[in-house]
């Protein structure tokens, strides 16, 4: 009972805003000096009032006036924004201070100034129209769209000039934040408001928003009817020959379009892009010859439309004109342009000159991959193998072997310094280290996907040697992980994947899912070949160095290939993968004179196979040559 009788006795305590009659003599004193110019008494005097009523807003601004003419603009503004907050429902003030606000580029107190603005003066659209410039000038594109529409809300539906310029600026918001209907309503009802205020840029716009949204339908009807323009399908049997008119072959009867001298260039090239996607092709023909007159460099972008459009529904034919009329020219002679020309040119099996515009696009743009392997792609379809290799080489001699020559054959299992027998030797393991990093290297400058067309055409040219080195610079990265290793043999007989990743936990086999941005790089490169390409890769690689004698080589590669945790756990039949690896590992030692690792290798997969007639005759003749003759 206490608690509450003392919470009825408590009275509302107000903050006093009005200056104090003891007061007023002191701060008429500073508003004579600051008639005097004694801005120094004026910032006395009004700290002084200022301590002993500090919420009173009219110090604030007589001591904002006098540092500002002191100089300090700062902290002028900064007791300016303290007095508009104290006495808040001044829209003027806050306007004053949004402008200053603005001088000082703080875009953030700005709005909120504007804000408060026009949270007091709601009706004054001048303030909503800065407030709405401002969000979009910071990029609040979404804001400014909502301010444009609380001003169109509250316009004079008789102000039909400002209605249809803020609904064009509301469409163009739209049209960037890709809200496609939102910008098109906005436009339909300007069209309906001030209908004799439409111009050609309204219709030009309202056009590609149906466009943008695939209504070409529309886009098509808005020109016609905004341009007083007869659609012929809309009239008899035209229409319907024009219904029937559905590919570029089916151009017997084209429309006659009747076009207005004062029609714009770019509303005729939405009316083309129109019937072409409406597969009135040989109507769109007709309509676009007038524009092929006209000059390239200063219509390269209509005619690149077109080109686009042309190319988007199959009809490469007609697009060529507009494309060979862009590379001809100097703004628009680009690697694009004459990508798009030779992908075009390729299309109607014009080989010659496709291989033609795809070497313009290489020599502008020497990085472009897909560039390189299509020109790889024509030159092969011509015959003309050696510059088809000659458009994918680079300088790829480090990747090349890196040093590690084959050994003799009938060695006991060295390759160029890595002992497969358990030799010793620091050197060795450093000469396979830089192999392994000359051939990342190589890869990381170059692409995964160029090297290996590369080795497709060489293949296809039996061209083996030069094969045999791009093939292994890409294994060799492939399986850099453990293709440096010694003893590399010692893992290539495991057999299962769980004693592998034991041996990746114990440190003797690297582990490549690393977080390392260098190794995400070197595993996106990797990604472009699926784990199948990279086995065919494997196994054609190793019939080639077989053909080539080149035993120590094989027997190295399969060996790091058996120990690779990635060819074993991304293969959909792992069991018959480490099957086929272990085969390929017994097979390169018994080519190399490594009996020892073959019979290994053939007594664990006899055994697991008992039933097998090829198995056991295999493991009998690897047991002939051992020099152990208990077996």
Known sequence: RPAVCLFLQTKLVRRRTVLPEQLKDLYGDANVAYARQNYDDVVNICMSIIKQA?????????????????????????????????????????VTLAEQALARQDEKIALECYSKAHRYAPGNLNILFSRAQLHRSVGNLKKAVEDYEAILKELDPEDS?????????????????????????ALQTAFQIAPSMIDANAVNLLAELYMAKDDYSSSLQIICDSCNILDPSTSGEQGAMSANDTTAGSRSAPQAWLMPASLPIDLRAKIIVSLIHLTRTSEAVSVAAPVLEENAEHFGDVFLDLAEAFVACGHHAEALPYLAALVSTQ???????WLQY???????????????????????????LDARLTLADLWQRLGRHDEAIAILEADVSAGQDGGLEDAPDGADGSLGGISLGGGSGAAGVTAAQLAVQQAVQVVMTQDVRVIHRRCELLYAQRKFNDYSDQALTLMKFYLRAVYHKRDIHVFGGIAKCRKRAMLVRSGMMENVDSQDPIVAKEQEQENQLSSDEWYQLLYQLCCVLAKLSRYATLQHLSCAAAASIKLLERAQDKNRRNYDLSLLCASAAYLNGNFVLAWEHIRAMAYKAVTSTNYWNMYARVSYNLPDVRH
């Open 161 to 185: 000039e400002k209605h249809l310029s803020l609904s064009l600026d509301v469409a163009k918001l739209c049209h960037e934040q890709k809200d496609i209907d939102r910008g098109i309503t």
């Open 331 to 337: 703004r628009y002679n680009m690697a694009a342009v």
């Open 54 to 94: 500090p919420f009173v807003p009219e110090p604030y601004r007589t001591l904002a006036l006098a540092l500002e003419e002191k100089g300090d603009k700062e902290r002028a503004f900064q007791f300016s924004f303290i007095a508009a907050n104290l006495k808040p429902n001044d829209p003027a003030q806050w």
């Open 342 to 368: 030779g992908q075009s040119l390729s299309a109607l099996k014009q080989l010659e000159s496709a291989a033609a515009a795809y070497s313009v696009v290489v020599s502008m743009a020497p990085t472009h």
